[in-house]
């Protein structure tokens, strides 16, 4: 396998009134090419400073990220916004689709403002895509309005999917979603894994770490091994009186 990505010694320090705020502190992380890697953590621990860090939604204060042999964290914002469409697919636990339009075009929105694809070969890459997650034929001049949750879940990965992009991240893909809904679209990333993709999910969850071939832990910003994480907790319940 090769490497899709590698971080190293990120720092993410934000101004505020109250002073300085350490978001992440000197996090290092590398993800092979199909690897599916969940990085797990509680509220407020930087799991989500580091999924825009990783999305080129944010930069990092210091350190460096290599996406594809590509040192990200030194580009200007056009540059990132290339990235961001040419590279990368989202996955957001609210699905962030166009309620009034069909499904059709919420995934084939990705590519509109590519003057490479022409117009027919839009409408063949987001077929694809939603074949490739289940979605039925009939269901594509709907809205995505008139869709379950599961549904409208799916049409978002195929839209992360339409741009062919090299890394797939997912930020509490399942939190607005029934555990049977959940698990249908957590299959379906442990399918796109097995088929090559690189997938990086962002959750709270075991249940839903669980699906990874590789779950890493963040806490107070620093990125913990599994024997670190248990370490954490067991010396939080002893603090607290907690022996079980």
Known sequence: MSCVLEVSKLH???ETKAGLTHALRGVSLRVERGEFLSIMGPSGSGKSTLMNVLGC???????????????????????????RSNRLG?????????????????????LVYSSTCPKAERLERAIRALVAVGIPEDLFDHRSNELSGGQMQRV???????????????DEPTGNLDSATSELVLS????????????VLITHDPEV??????????????????????AYVAAARARSGYAH
Not at 211 to 219: K, L, Q, S
């Open 90 to 110: 989202f996955v957001f636990q609210s699905f962030n689709l166009l309620t009034r339009a069909t499904v059709l075009r919420n995934v084939m929105l990705p």
């Open 57 to 83: 939604l944010d930069r990092p204060t210091s350190g460096t990220y290599i996406l594809e042999g590509l040192d990200v964290s030194t580009l200007n914002d056009d540059d990132l916004a290339e990235i």
């Open 156 to 170: 978002a990965i195929a839209r992360a999917l339409v741009n062919n992009p090299a890394l797939i991240l997912a």
């Open 209 to 230: 770490a669980r699906f990874a071939d590789r779950t890493v832990y963040i806490r107070d910003g620093k990125l913990l091994t599994y024997d670190e994480e248990q």
């Open 188 to 199: 379906l990333f442990r399918k796109l894994s097995d088929e090559g993709r690189t997938v």
């Open 12 to 14: 993410r320090i934000y």
